[in-house]
């Protein structure tokens, strides 16, 4: 084969290659498709309710964790934790792992644990391990402390993450009180004392 054939040959695949490369971009440009709110075909029997609950719980974060607690199964924690063992111990004088050991977590402070060298976002952190900042650490550890080294991506099922902070509470020696799960005002009944006093009756 001479040279002008090879080039003839060479400058056929080029113009093909340019072409369906060609056909890609106006094809893009021509078809943009919608992504749609609902489907346009209903199936009887099948629900897209669950599917967007997930969407919305993701959006707004975690449940408060109190009136939750009050309910939550420590056996059921305790199968829950199987996700995290991996990574920590949680019996007394266990070791460290990848994460520290987290026997006597509940309302201890954070970053305390002997031996194990936390990440600077969660020495910075301050505070302690209340109900409340478990619950939304659990749910999901890079948003409530941006740059952990704990790569675990949260329990987001709220009974789930209750069940589990029970049996947390369960494997720490002294651990707070539950707090209150303060009732809503009944707006039904309107206090005495809050009642506009009417003005005497003219004679």
């Known amino acids: 084969m001479d040279s ?5 040959i060479a400058a056929a695949i080029l113009i093909a290659l340019l072409t369906i ?13 919608k992504m749609l709110k609902e489907n346009v075909y209903k199936i009887e029997g099948v629900s897209t309710t669950a599917a967007t609950g997930e969407a919305a719980a993701e959006k707004k974060g975690p449940v408060p964790i109190e009136p939750l607690l009050a309910s939550a199964n420590v056996q059921k924690g305790a199968d ?8 920590h111990t949680i019996d007394a004088g266990g070791p460290n792992r990848v994460g ?6 509940v309302g201890a402070q954070k970053a305390h644990h002997p031996g194990y060298s936390y990440s600077q976002a969660m020495t910075s952190k301050g ?7 478990l619950n939304i650490y ?14 675990f991506a949260g329990v987001k099922n709220d009974q ?20 209150d799960v303060k009732a ?7 206090p005495l004392s809050t009642a506009p006093e009417q003005s005497p009756a003219k004679k």
């Open 127 to 133: 505070g302690t391990w209340s109900y409340d900042d």
């Open 160 to 179: 789930e993450r209750a069940d589990l902070i029970a049996y947390l509470r369960q494997q720490t020696d002294n651990p707070p009180p539950i707090p």
């Open 80 to 87: 829950v934790f199987k996700k995290c063992t991996s990574c």
């Open 4 to 8: 002008f054939e090879f080039n003839k």
């Open 100 to 105: 520290p050991n987290l026997h006597n977590i």
């Open 21 to 33: 490369k060609g056909a890609e971009l106006i094809s893009d440009h021509l078809v943009q498709p």
């Open 184 to 190: 809503a005002p009944d707006a039904s009944q309107t």
């Open 138 to 151: 659990l749910y999901s550890p890079r948003d409530f402390v941006p740059g952990t080294k704990m790569s």
